[in-house]
């Protein structure tokens, strides 16, 4: 019986092959790149004016709640007003370069449009009082922002890392009072978080509700 | 809809012969069990009926297209956000999640105290304010909508000069010009205006009467109850407005007055006729109910009886006689049964004291005179009856046109009144004002008017500016702005100080000013609590009738068969105010389940007698003037009555409310604005597709709907016809609490406001008439409307169906991809991010709760709308099952705050919109698991029974069944 395909054809269709090979990975990399999140884990974002936590919180100490006023009463944990900035900015450093769009803003009535570095989906309802009033602390999932000259994603906020935490809420609970404390590190950390989830009434079979996020 | 011929009425005739006791049905159709009505029941059900007749490949193709197209709507990337704080951040906690202030909204006539829900700013929600004697916390399904209003895109931006943009400063500069005209006399100046609630607004009318001697201050109201006034008028010699003290009558009889569901201050006679129909909690009063054509009031009553309009004063005299009055007219008899007339006279005379004689807004003014007479009669007048002295009237419309056509007006300000459209016809608006040198109108919206006059002013919502009012039982409140302008508009005050040349043209200013007499501490606690302390006020009036109005009672003209026809406001658009709310056009009217149009209420026995059905077109004929209009066969209507709703038929609302439905405003003359004798019927070619919600969502099972009388009641007949049955599925639900809700059938009056507040609660999307007709609409919360016995006197009962929150809940089983699950309370949650919209879920909920995104109904894309949105609750997108969560947002907040003090969520802390929008209170919850807590106590009930029981879902709404509290002289004759 005669050959049914000629060498020629062989290597036609490998070639098709190949093509079709090198086109599939270069749409799903194109798709990837298309679908990614504004911002990768761990990418600075560009700010209006770069500020820098680890100079504020890790160099001169200010606490968390001098400028995020409202984390402990509310679902967001509230952005300074250019009026908080200006307590200090009005005196210091206000002729650096650096600062001339928050000099501008406060001046020109036009406030600040700052990016957001981390952005849950708008069906999820997350409240950070709740989380506060539990024991989780900023760092577990802000990361050590005392360490960031500018500021970034350290997690990946995705629906799997945070049922990691509501499954087992344990491993990531600290005393209240170390809440705002970036460099609180447990000895015991499961004989604490399950002392916690009993002292704090942390309802476990409530964690893991559809409805405790989604509305 | 379904056509029915000629013979198609004697079945259900058939079927109700001999019958007793209760059969509830919601259409005719469904009593006559006509095949073709089963039909487009069926069509209009989700099913694949609609879809093309399709084979297996097909589907399979279809299916895989679909799935490939649902994956690449999953390509893009999330949107990236900006964060931008405050520049300096106000005093108070503008970063908390939601912050209430009270203000007051003046609607359909009435002033009421509201609380508004603002995030960050935007006001989102409203919600009654329990200080406000005319809310007592409750709202209205057109208060609830008020904030729908705020942001519609199609309000009135700015300034027009002869339809081209101008600016206030031109017209300032116009006014100016005018003004020193004007500055010695006055001669010629206008202002036009709807009803003066506003203490501010009427000190600046004094102030600009003073200063233009010679001008003058027209009012005009389309809906007024100025024939209440004037019946007062002809008993007491001079102006008084009723008040009703309902939580104090053990009997009322009201002819033709919607007290619970119409009219001003019905929020408080709502809750004051609901106090009294609890018979767990005490005596339940008798209500009587005596109309031509059906109202909220009327389905509430213990004895409704049909009788046509123009004949309600005629029963009154009977009343009148029997109880024993003397100097009546001698009458032909009005047709209602002696046995009847006598019974009710006995319970009147029996409750001396505490009985009530009420007639609506709509009889003539001698009906109501003698009703003053009877009250007086009966001792009733101070008790359950207090008069309040009003300013005698400004002069109307029709001085306004007669002088504009004899060319003595130079100048007319329209201050938010759209007389073109609903002025009575024979006052000819726009060839009256067309012989106005300057016209100016100033309103929310580029209405009718606006179109016809020179200037055109943009008004600021009354939830942007500075104001005041005085609710019908004279206490004062304080309105406050929850926003700055959203576009360039000015409040009334601001326009007046305009007009008067003040210097001081700030509305807070003005509105402080006028209450100078308040310290600032005075000001602030009347600002926070939303009404003003009670005046010091003397003892109240007691005026004495006179019985003049007996000699000169004017005898009936006409036959007694002769066609009638009757106007009434519609029950959410009013006069047509509203029209361009979609929430308000596409909320089923309580008794005909219609949305997006009226049509010509036509009693049954008429209808037949015609040969019309239900969206026959038929032109009305009174006076030389024609309208046609599509008919509704509406059981429960008097023979000779035929209704027709005014405030549709708009033709410049806006991009919703414009031509939906006919004006009846067309057939409207000066001497006939309620009733008209003398109508011609006459059938036109054609039928309409009326866009109502009484065939959607039915419910395939037995006794959907109980009542028992209360005699029964009494004699310990309880409702629950079964234990609940044993089942195989095991409980799981483990939480520490069992949210659950009650719905009192007895004190639900069907108003929706329920349905509405839902609506503006979770962002539910409007859809519009020709969705409604697939049977689409969205509403998470129904009113069912249920008839028991003859179409001609029909029973009515109004059922709210929410999501049951079945305990064995039958979408659970066959969601194939879990979007649909119970939490550890108890709920059963809808996740809309898992939900592929299989519709399974829908298919398989024998209460049809579920409601499916057929298509893009949120609409994305208008900005102004985005502001209304409640951000605690997601916004669906097409593909998406939703439906009732028992409002888990409330909830979630309540168990975050309780949880951040480390407590248990008290009894109360949680409740759900429509449980606070609800007049009557009929709406209760709470957690099951809480011994103490109300909604258990009310499941203790002996009226206490499941939904489709049989099911055995164990549904956590559950019902307590309606109770009629029946003359016991009145067995057969009910």
């Given at each position: 019986m005669a050959q049914v395909f000629s060498r020629r054809a062989g290597l036609y269709l490998q070639l098709v092959l190949l093509a079709l090979l090198v086109l599939v990975v270069s749409g799903v990399i194109a798709w990837r790149a298309m679908t990614a999140e504004p911002n990768g884990m761990n990418e600075t974002v560009d700010q209006p004016v770069p500020f820098s936590h680890k100079h504020h919180v890790g160099d001169i100490g200010i606490d968390c709640r001098y400028c995020h006023a409202s984390v402990e009463t509310s679902a967001y944990a509230g952005m300074p007003s250019i009026a908080t900035c200006m307590t200090c900015h009005s005196q210091l450093f206000s002729d650096q370069p650096m600062l001339r769009p928050l000099i501008d803003a406060w001046q020109s009535g036009v406030p600040l449009a700052w990016r957001r570095v981390n952005q849950l989906p708008d069906f999820v309802y997350f409240d950070h009082s709740i989380h506060v009033a539990k024991g989780v602390g900023c760092a577990s999932c802000h990361g050590r922002v005392d360490r960031m000259p500018l500021m970034r994603r350290t997690q990946p906020l995705s629906m799997a890392w945070c049922l990691d935490c509501h499954r087992d809420p344990s491993l990531q609970l600290r005393p209240r009072e170390h809440v705002f404390d970036m460099a609180w590190a447990p000895h015991d950390t499961r004989a604490l978080g399950d002392a916690l989830v009993e002292t704090y009434r942390i309802d476990r079979r409530k964690?893991?509700?559809?409805?405790i996020c989604h509305r | 809809m379904s056509s029915m011929n000629d013979d198609s009425w004697a079945p259900w005739r058939a079927r109700l012969a001999g019958q007793r006791g209760h059969r509830y049905w919601r259409a005719l159709e469904d009593l006559a069990a006509d095949a073709s009505f089963r039909e487009h029941v069926a069509s209009t059900m989700p099913a694949w009926s609609q879809v093309a007749s399709m084979d297996r490949r097909g589907f399979l193709k279809l299916l895989g297209a679909s799935l490939a197209m649902a994956g690449l709507t999953g390509c893009g990337r999330p949107p990236e956000d900006s964060i931008v704080p405050w520049l300096r951040m106000p005093e108070g906690q503008p970063d908390a999640d939601a912050i209430f202030y009270a203000t007051t909204l003046c609607m359909a006539g009435e002033a009421v105290g509201v609380l508004v829900q603002t995030h960050q700013g935007r006001p989102t929600k409203i919600e009654g304010n329990p200080q406000h004697p005319a809310s007592a916390g409750a709202t209205g399904p057109q208060l609830q909508a008020a904030i729908l209003d705020l942001w519609d895109p199609d309000r009135s931006m700015t300034p027009r000069r002869l339809g081209d943009i101008g600016t206030w400063d031109a017209f300032a500069a116009d006014v100016g010009q005018w003004r020193s005209r004007f500055a010695s006399h006055g001669a010629g100046l206008r202002i036009l205006s709807g009803s003066i609630r506003s203490p501010t607004l009427q000190a600046q009318r004094k102030a600009w009467l003073q200063r233009f001697p010679g001008a003058k201050w027209h009012v005009h109201e389309a809906i007024d109850d100025r024939q209440a006034l004037a019946g007062a008028q002809q008993a007491f010699g001079r102006p008084y407005r009723c008040r009703y003290r309902l939580e104090k009558a053990d009997v009322v009889l009201s002819l033709e007055a919607d007290l619970l569901d119409g009219g001003p201050a019905h929020l408080a006679y709502a809750w004051g006729f609901a106090q009294r129909r609890d018979p767990e909690r005490g005596t339940m009063n008798r209500l009587y109910v005596v109309e031509g054509t059906p109202s909220a009031t009327g389905t509430m009553a213990d004895h409704r009886w049909a009788i046509s309009s123009a004949r309600i004063g005629d029963v009154l005299v009977e009343v009148a006689v029997a109880l024993g009055m003397k100097g009546l007219p001698t009458l032909t008899p009005s047709g209602l049964s002696h046995a009847r007339i006598a019974a009710l006279a006995r319970d009147l005379q029996a409750h001396r004291g505490r009985g009530l004689v009420v007639v609506g807004a709509c009889q003539p003014p001698h009906v109501h005179a003698l009703a003053h007479l009877v009250n007086a009669w009966l001792d009733n007048a101070g008790k359950t009856v207090v008069y309040i002295s009003i300013d005698d009237a400004l002069p109307g419309l029709a001085e306004l046109c007669r002088d504009a056509r004899a060319g003595q007006v130079e100048t007319l300000f329209i201050l938010q009144a759209n007389p073109v459209y609903d002025a009575p016809a024979d006052l000819d608006v726009s060839a009256s004002f067309a012989k106005i040198r300057h016209t100016v109108h100033y309103g929310l919206y580029r209405d009718e008017t606006a179109h016809i006059c020179e200037w055109h002013l943009p008004a600021s919502h009354p939830l942007e500016c500075w104001s005041d009012a005085q609710s019908c039982d004279g206490s004062r409140s304080i309105a406050q702005p929850l926003i700055a302008p959203l576009y360039d508009t000015r409040s009334p005050h601001e326009l007046l100080a305009l007009l008067l040349g003040d210097i001081e043209q700030r509305g807070q200013a003005i509105v402080r000013n006028q209450w100078k007499a308040l310290d600032d501490t005075a000001w602030i606690a009347a600002l926070r609590a939303g009404v003003l302390p009670e005046m010091e006020s003397d003892e109240p009036d007691l005026p004495v009738p006179a019985d003049e109005v007996l000699r000169s009672w004017p005898l009936r003209q006409g036959q007694a068969t002769e066609l009638v026809l009757l106007w009434r406001p519609d029950p959410f658009l009013h006069d047509g105010t509203y029209a361009n709310n979609g929430w308000l056009q596409e909320c089923p009217r309580p008794l005909t389940q219609l949305t997006w149009g009226n049509a010509a209420l036509v009693s049954p026995a008429l209808a037949a007698r015609r040969g019309l059905n239900t969206g026959d077109l038929v032109t009305l004929k009174v006076r030389g003037r024609a309208l046609t209009l599509p008919v509704w066969v509406m059981p429960g209507q008097a023979e000779s009555d035929i209704t027709v709703h005014l405030g549709y038929g708009r033709t410049l609302a806006g991009r919703v409310g414009s031509e939906v439905g006919a004006s009846a405003y067309i057939l409207r003359t000066q001497d006939a604005l309620w009733m008209a004798a003398g109508l011609e019927l006459v059938r036109a070619d054609g039928h309409v597709d009326l866009a109502s919600t009484q065939s959607h969502d039915r419910m395939e099972g037995s006794e959907s709907v109980r009542s028992s009388s209360l005699t029964a009641l009494l004699a310990g007949a309880a409702m629950e016809s079964a234990p609940t049955p044993p089942s195989l599925y095991e409980a799981t639900q483990s939480g520490d609490y069992a949210w659950g809700m009650t719905i009192d059938l007895n004190a639900?009056?069907?108003?929706k406001g329920c349905t509405v507040a839902c609506q503006a609660e979770n962002n539910i999307p409007v859809v519009g008439a020709d969705e409604v007709r697939r049977g689409h609409a969205m509403h998470w919360i129904r009113v069912d409307r249920y008839y028991a016995g003859s179409p001609d006197a029909p029973e009515t009962v109004h059922q709210p169906v929410p999501c049951m929150h079945c305990e064995h809940a039958p979408c659970e089983l066959v969601c194939p991809v879990g979007a649909t699950v119970h939490d550890s309370d108890g709920l059963n949650v809808q996740v809309y991010n898992r939900c592929v919209g299989t519709r399974f879920c829908s298919n398989n909920c024998?209460?049809?709760v579920r409601r499916f995104n057929f298509l893009q109904y949120a609409d994305l894309t208008t900005e102004s709308l985005k502001g209304q949105r409640n951000p605690d609750v997601t916004v669906r997108n097409r593909g998406v099952m939703e439906k009732c969560t028992y409002c888990i947002q409330r909830i979630e907040k309540a168990h975050i705050q309780a949880d951040r003090e480390n407590r248990a969520i008290a009894d109360g802390e949680v409740v759900t919109a429509c449980q606070a929008a609800c007049p009557t209170r009929a709406i209760q919850f709470g957690n099951l698991k809480d011994s103490g807590s109300k909604v258990r106590r009310t499941r203790m009930s002996q009226r206490h029974y499941t939904l489709l029981a049989e099911l055995n879902t164990r549904p956590r709404t559950t019902y307590l069944a309606r109770v009629r509290n029946r003359h016991p002289d009145l067995g057969e004759d009910a």
């Open positions: 964690l893991m509700d559809c409805s | 639900c009056i069907g108003c024998p209460y049809k």
